[in-house]
C-alpha cells in the first residue's frame, strides 16, 4: 500500500471510531467496553446513572460484577 492509502485509511478508521464513540456517550442505554485482558475501557454516562459508578472510577480497572470475576485472579487485583 502507498502512504498516501495508508493515510486515508487511518483518516477514516480514526473517524469511524470517532463516530462509533459519540454513539455510545449519546445512548440513552447503558454501555461499557471490557478488553480481552478484563480491564475497563469505555463507561457511558448512562452507565454511570444505572449502575452508580463514575467512568473515572472504573476506566482501566478490572471489570467485577456481582463478585463474578471476568477471568480468574481479578479479584484479587482489584
Excluded at 1 to 30: F, W
Excluded at 40 to 56: C, D, H, I, P, S
Amino acid at each position: 500500500m502507498r502512504a498516501s492509502h495508508l493515510r486515508e485509511y487511518r483518516t477514516s478508521e480514526i473517524s469511524i471510531m470517532k463516530q462509533i464513540s459519540d454513539m455510545l456517550e449519546r445512548t440513552a442505554d447503558g454501555a461499557m467496553l471490557v478488553n480481552e485482558d478484563g480491564t475497563v475501557t469505555l463507561w457511558n454516562k448512562a452507565a454511570e446513572r444505572l449502575l452508580g459508578f463514575l467512568a473515572q472510577d472504573v476506566i482501566g480497572r478490572p471489570f467485577l460484577l456481582d463478585g463474578c470475576e471476568h477471568r480468574p485472579g481479578a479479584r484479587e487485583e482489584a
